[in-house]
């Protein structure tokens, strides 16, 4: 069925009016009035709606249904990622939302190669990459993407999860199984990566300070652009959200 | 400590002669007389050297310890991929194999959009993606990219596995988590995901009929490139090898 963000629809008295670009949409679909579709308001609930009308200025669909959009995950999964060079990012991004992140935010670490000026004038172009995986990936909401800034702030967002895993390849380190058996029923959870260089062991002591999980995924040697989205899956997986 | 791969390394009466690249490679990395290194035999062994001598023609270092790759995964896990666009093999090859896999195969489906006469000309190419991918990530073995021909030679790999997996966006599916949590000994795995426009109906209806598990990996729709490395992520979970 198709299936539409509602960026510029109006929910009221049992109809939806669309207009703008979302109503070309429909028209480019050639939807004819009594077919249905789903409109999702962009924060996890979906309008399966019967179209009424398609003109030229706009399109009115009545709401048959409202339901949760089932393919948003029970946990809210935020990525945290010591920002990496080149186009590794909008492979993080487009990887960590079809995998199930709700937000992905960039950081500056020790270790970073990559250290734009100004990372804000790319947030324009990741959210637009986080937009389109959401569209595609069937996606209830349109995760966010930002800069967290510097590593004391994102080890602040971190912490202020119901889970805070942190991913490091050496040392004391808490197998990921462990952590998350014992964790299943979390509704929210952040998962820290670093980037090409990885994390200084200053800033492992840190995380551990402030009590994030120190965790292995295993012996493998994961690039900076791979982790994210393997704890993403592992996370989904251990919390039922990929079945 | 150094990794090295063994291509033109000798193992014999406990000493390692290595010659051509491998050599240079020690040469490279100014390593001296007395210093540690691994040298893997790609077959899953690492033997644990010291240098004992390294000139311009070779390399030779006493064996200290022989010991299994940590690196390698318990679960030997095929994965096998509908053909799909451009550089998105790339992409499967190096993910999958940084996640564990230990063999990847692309087979012609009825919905693949890609269609080279000759993907036998390809092999070398995505070869040296697999084995740059396993330097990398510090594997055991080098993963054999290779092309499985037809959709039956395909199933009928996955078939010859303890445990095949056949990923499917719609239709009756067994839950991945009920599948892997009632197989998470298993020794072999296959992985089966479509091309681009998935599989068709009679094709899922095959793999039923061969006696693949038909799994569900939750209602978001995954890339064709994202849903191998997903797959092989929450495999390598439930068998213990992501901790």
Known sequence: MPRFFMAGTNIMGGMAIMTGRDAEHVRVLRLRPGEDMIICDGKG???KCRLVKADREQVEAEVIEVVP???????QVTVLCGLPKGD?????????????ASEIMFFQSDRCVAKPDKPEKKLERWQ?????AAKQSGRGIIPQVSWAGEYADALNVANQKELGLFMYETGEREALNTVLEANSDVKTAAIVTGPEGGFAPFEADLARIVGLHICSMGERILRCETAPVVAVSALMYATGNLS
């Open 128 to 132: 637009r990459i986080a937009e389109e």
């Open 69 to 75: 959009c089932p393919a948003e995950p029970t946990v």
């Open 45 to 47: 609930t979906d309008y």
């Open 88 to 100: 590794r990012t909008d492979y993080i991004i487009q990887k960590c939302v079809e995998a199930g």
